[in-house]
């Protein structure tokens, strides 16, 4: 193999650290740098391209996931790139109407993983959702979460959970008495469960009876009360029906 054929390392370890990272979902650089026996300094300056590309998102505890992008490259024009297309318009207006940042997420490898975000009002403290999600303490997430049959349920609440806050649910018996009211709703809270100030609604958002993605509004709770959460509940399931109608349509 002459020089001119030699792969170049920099790309070999870009695409090293995007398997590792595919493999674990979250992973922080010092992680990374012991996992490859890379210097931090290289790992950190290809996360940063990566990043830069928007191949990979930074969560707010400084760890790194794939960004919505590799649902793209996986799928090609599918399910997820259809979903954004057909929600875009929906969640601007939403956002506008609203001032709040609007998402639409999906559900992969027990998390919710959010595809498309609109913001809403620019606003000096400005809390924001991370893209990547546990089930359990989002209200995206509670979406999925409703719809698994009940042993997957009991199966994911056997598994040990955080508990992120004094309100966060984490156990199998609590959560039952939730879901019952999302299944009768379509609405589920993210009560200040995953951050203290922070709060979330959801809504799910089927296509003739298949779950695509949960629709989600976020910010800082005393600002949502303020709004009024019975105008942002109508507002999600507005919303959500113009998104299933658009789907649909095409399906």
């Not at 893209?131 to 509670?142: D, Q, R």
């Not at 695509?212 to 942002?232: D, E, M, N």
């Amino acid at each position: 193999m002459n020089n001119k054929d030699q792969p170049i390392k920099a790309i070999v370890n870009a695409c090293k650290i995007l398997d590792l990272i595919s493999e674990n979902t979250l992973m922080g650089i010092s992680e990374i740098s012991r996992e490859l026996e890379l210097p931090k300094t290289t790992v950190f300056r290809i996360i940063k391209t990566l990043e830069a590309s928007d191949l990979l998102i930074q969560t707010k505890d400084d760890l790194y996931a794939l960004s919505y992008k590799f649902l793209k490259f996986k799928y090609g024009v599918d399910e997820d790139t259809n979903l954004i297309k057909h929600s875009k318009d929906a969640l601007a207006k939403m956002a506008d109407c609203f001032g709040e940042t609007v998402n639409l997420a999906v559900h992969r490898a027990e998390k919710s993983i959010v595809i498309y975000s609109q913001e809403g009002e620019d606003y000096t403290l400005n809390p924001k959702v991370s893209p990547v999600s546990e089930l359990y303490c989002s209200a995206t997430g509670k979406i999925f979460l409703t719809q698994m049959y009940d042993n997957k349920i009991k199966a994911y609440y056997d598994q040990a959970h955080t508990k992120r806050t004094i309100n966060t649910i984490v156990s199998y018996k609590e959560f039952l008495k939730e879901r019952n009211k999302i299944l009768k709703t379509k609405i589920s809270y993210d009560d200040e469960e995953y951050e203290y100030g922070l709060s979330c609604i959801a809504t799910p958002i089927i296509v003739k009876g298949n779950l695509l993605a949960a629709l989600g509004i976020s910010g800082p709770t005393t600002r949502l009360k303020h709004k009024g959460y019975k105008k942002l509940e109508k507002g999600l399931l507005e919303t959500a029906k113009v998104i299933e109608e658009s789907i649909a349509s095409v399906r």
